[in-house]
């Protein structure tokens, strides 16, 4: 029967893949080495936890593969004074890796069960730079103020304006844009004064992003 935790040579082949696959912000690698993604995945996966694959979570959403999660966290080009949004907290497990790399990080998520149990695991790993919001990503309080840094992990058919209006001069955003339905493109948008520069990086698969906060979950 085999073991329902990851072993060490799972840990290392890990680290191992992210490598191979371009992974080479040191930074990065031990973010991804330190925090334990089998704390972030059902009961059912921790055996799967390092693989490199997305898992499924609670209210249907899916925690994204690592080598994704290192990806979109190695484009963001993290400072330490760095203050960054997060869209869609999911499991939490993308949170608790920007944790290790930034002075702080804001996270919204639209459901509630999933916002209660990232905040759960996020305290148990003293991530106490990360905020953890029950909110709507499309809808944004004037409150939160802006951020140098902002990464979407759903998926949305464009980028609202009013999202690129929260990023800071010099600041990048990461999210994968497209149609739920077909191929997404991961895109890098990069403020300069008034005006974005935008990069297509890589074609990438999403939960879809959506406006409002679930009534249920």
């Known amino acids: ?22 992974i080479s912000n040191q930074a ?5 080495e330190d925090v334990p993604r089998e ?5 059912m996966d ?21 080598f994704v999660v290192a990806y979109m966290t190695e484009q963001l080009d993290l400072r330490p004074e760095n203050r960054v949004l ?24 639209r459901f509630r069960t999933l916002a209660d149990r990232a905040k759960l695991v996020l305290t148990e790993l003293g991530c ?11 809808d944004l309080p004037e409150t939160l103020g802006t951020f140098d840094r902002i990464i979407v992990t759903a998926a949305m058919e464009e980028i609202p304006d009013a999202l690129l209006g929260r990023l800071e001069p010099g600041g990048i955003l990461i999210a994968p844009v497209g149609p739920v339905d077909d191929r ?9 004064g008034d005006s974005f520069n935008r ?19």
């Open 39 to 43: 704390l972030f995945v059902t009961a």
């Open 199 to 217: 990069e297509e990086l890589v074609a990438v698969r999403f939960v879809p992003a959506l406006p409002g906060i679930a009534r249920e979950l």
């Open 184 to 192: 997404q493109v991961l895109i890098r948008m990069v403020r300069n």
């Open 1 to 22: 029967m085999p073991s329902s935790q990851p072993t060490p040579h799972d840990k290392m082949m890990f680290q191992l893949n992210l490598r191979q696959r371009g």
């Open 128 to 138: 106490r730079n990360v905020d953890v919001k029950l909110g709507d990503g499309f």
């Open 86 to 109: 997060e869209i869609g907290t999911g499991s939490g497990y993308q949170a608790a890796i920007l944790s290790k790399l930034c002075r702080d990080v804001v996270s919204l998520e």
């Open 46 to 66: 921790r055996a799967y936890a390092y693989r490199d694959t997305a898992l499924g979570i609670a209210c249907g959403q899916t925690i994204s593969q690592p």
């Open 28 to 32: 990065v690698l031990k973010a991804m």
